[in-house]
């Protein structure tokens, strides 16, 4: 099918399609059949969803005639559409790409007869229905992660009683929006406890399991950055309330340095402040505090007023 064309390969998956959907098994088997494209010299494009990689090739831009074989990889392969009146993208790829060899890698067949199966040239199945065994999934042979930072990400949108001094929305959004450009895994996380629910924690040994093995704490929370650093881990604080309340008082009062107020919290000092979190001397600090205070305090005080007559 190449009619003497030099190869040039296309490869897609349910992560080419705008109505598909990308997982991260999606994603690997892709890097997986990358690597192993490029290890045997072979050209090749990847053709990705327009909403999860705006600025890459999207499958309706790639033309058919450059390509002479395409490669289907991950995933189930089937005809059924994904809603009503749209039309299967599977076999709307075979459409389009009818002069090209198509291979299909890696994938579920749940009916060998499916036209969305026996159109393929070729199937390599990693597993097909009535078969009780099927062959190592992709995402097994993708290069190996990179080790990125594990962040919890503790925010609040309430503490009304600040009244015109709040700015949580503010906070919150300069935050998520400063988190989704930096390279590291992100963990939502609520400090409120629930035992009805197992998507909260039920006790604080459940949140401190958690925040112990983190790496970085950003927050907006008081014991967002607290209870993270009782578990010896890093937080970097933003202050939600204008001119600065509970959480810059609080890291005052701890000598703990990687706090904003939320007029401060640009991506150039989050960056700053997250570079120091992770390092040698952000973990050293943290670790200070998970041991427990000595003695004074609020505790102390308490005592000597309630050891004095009553009346």
């Known amino acids: 099918m190449t009619g003497g064309r030099s190869p040039r390969i296309l490869l897609t998956g349910w992560f080419s399609f705008l109505n598909g959907e990308v997982t991260a098994g999606d994603l690997l088997a892709a890097e997986a059949v990358q690597d192993a494209?490029?290890?045997?010299?072979?050209?090749?494009?990847?053709?990705?969803?327009?909403?999860?990689?705006?600025?890459?090739?999207?499958?309706?831009?790639?033309?058919?005639?450059?390509?002479?074989?395409?490669?289907?990889?991950?995933?189930?392969?089937?005809?059924?559409?994904?809603?009503?009146?749209?039309?299967?993208?599977?076999?709307?790829?075979?459409?389009?790409?009818?002069?090209?060899?198509?291979?299909?890698?890696?994938?579920?067949?749940?009916?060998?007869?499916?036209?969305?199966?026996?159109?393929?040239?070729?199937?390599?199945?990693?597993?097909?229905?009535?078969?009780?065994?099927?062959?190592?999934?992709?995402?097994?042979?993708?290069?190996?992660?990179?080790?990125l930072p594990l962040v919890g990400v503790v925010l609040t949108g309430g503490q009304h009683e600040y009244g015109a001094r709040r700015r949580h929305s503010e906070a919150g959004a300069a935050v998520t929006d400063w988190l989704r450009t930096v390279e590291a895994a992100r963990l939502p996380m609520d400090t409120r406890l629930d035992a009805r629910d197992w998507r909260l924690p039920g006790t604080p040994d459940e949140l401190h399991a958690v925040l112990s093995r983190l790496d970085v704490v950003v927050t907006t929370r008081l014991h967002g950055m607290v209870l993270a650093l009782r578990a010896g881990t890093p937080a970097l604080a933003v202050d939600p309330v204008e001119g600065g309340a509970k959480v810059g008082a609080q890291a005052a009062a701890l000598g703990w340095p990687a706090v904003l107020r939320c007029e401060q919290a640009e991506a150039a000092e989050l960056d700053r402040l997250l570079a120091w979190c992770l390092s040698a001397e952000g973990r050293e600090r943290a670790a200070r505090h998970t041991a427990r205070p000595a003695g004074g305090g609020l505790l102390d005080g308490l005592l000597r007023r309630l050891a004095q007559p009553y009346g």
């Open 37 to 147: 494209l490029r290890g045997a010299g072979l050209a090749y494009d990847t053709a990705w969803s327009p909403v999860f990689r705006p600025g890459a090739l999207h499958l309706d831009d790639a033309d058919p005639a450059r390509y002479t074989d395409l490669v289907f990889a991950c995933g189930p392969v089937h005809s059924r559409p994904p809603a009503d009146g749209v039309p299967s993208p599977l076999l709307a790829l075979h459409d389009r790409f009818a002069a090209c060899r198509r291979v299909a890698v890696g994938v579920s067949v749940t009916d060998p007869d499916d036209p969305a199966v026996t159109r393929f040239d070729h199937v390599l199945p990693r597993d097909t229905d009535g078969q009780p065994t099927g062959v190592p999934d992709l995402s097994l042979r993708a290069p190996a992660p990179s080790g």
